[in-house]
């Protein structure tokens, strides 16, 4: 158990198809993170929430959007994906994302598959 | 902004040998340098990490060394058990903790052989 939770585990998805991914956290932080993993490459920082406010957009396609309606939960809505896509979501959650200074607790992530 | 160089991207040991893992970071301001262990099927898992205070500290098995004025930091893992097989991954702040966030280096992927 790590404190916290992602849902679902594994995601299989037709470019056409819309779905999202959830994340809770059990730990009392304050921030909370999207991050993608591909095979190869380092982590790859998306989103970051601050007190349900987004502090930083890295870049990313607008075929993802994320939410936070509270400082437990953070979901990312996921809507007309390409093949390149394909990778493990990270959700993270830390005490203080201002400072890159806070340890970060990771979820096991969702396994997406873009068909 | 910040890089995090990491090596080397794979390490085979015996059981019951050393490893090191090691970091190399480009902001001399950064502060904060954690190390993750990541296990197949799971998320990443903080199970060391070092301000710049220190220049060593060491829990059980594994300790980690930082030399700010070359900008590098190291894993150390002593009496390597089966166990210790996962990929690893150090990080770093970027631009220098303002703002910043953590990035991540490539990865090491040990693996262990009984």
């Known amino acids: 158990e790590t404190g916290v939770t992602q849902t679902p585990r594994h995601l299989v998805m037709g470019m056409t198809n819309k779905k999202s991914l959830k994340c809770e956290q059990h730990?009392?932080?304050?921030?909370m993170y999207w991050y993608k993993q591909s095979a190869k490459k380092p982590l790859e920082l998306m989103f970051v929430?601050?007190?349900?406010?987004?502090?930083e957009n890295n870049s990313v396609p607008s075929r993802f959007s994320p939410e936070c309606p509270n400082s437990s939960h953070l979901f990312l809505h996921l809507h007309t994906l390409q093949p390149e896509d394909s990778a493990l979501y990270l959700c993270?959650?830390?005490?203080?994302?201002?400072?890159?200074?806070?340890?970060?607790?990771f979820g096991n992530g969702t396994r997406l598959t873009v068909t | 902004g910040e890089n995090v160089e990491q090596h080397p991207s794979t390490l085979s040991v015996q059981e019951g040998d050393s490893a090191v893992i090691k970091c190399t970071y480009s902001?001399?301001?950064?502060?904060?340098f954690p190390w993750y262990k990541q296990e197949l099927g799971k998320g990443p898992q903080l199970i060391i990490d070092?301000?710049?205070?220190?220049g060593e500290k060491k829990d059980q098995r594994i300790a980690v060394t930082l030399n700010k004025t070359a900008k590098h930091f190291s894993l150390h893992i002593t009496e390597t058990q089966p166990e210790d097989s996962a990929v690893y991954f150090c990080?770093?702040?970027?631009?220098?903790?303002?703002?910043?966030?953590?990035?991540f280096g490539q990865g090491t992927e040990l693996s262990v052989k009984p």
């Open positions: 902001d001399s301001a950064s502060n904060y």
């Open positions: 993270a959650s830390s005490q203080g994302a201002l400072l890159g200074n806070s340890p970060l607790h």
């Open positions: 070092i301000r710049s205070n220190v």
């Open positions: 730990l009392g932080h304050n921030a």
């Open positions: 990080a770093a702040p970027r631009e220098g903790n303002q703002g910043g966030k953590l990035i």
């Open positions: 929430y601050s007190l349900e406010e987004r502090v």
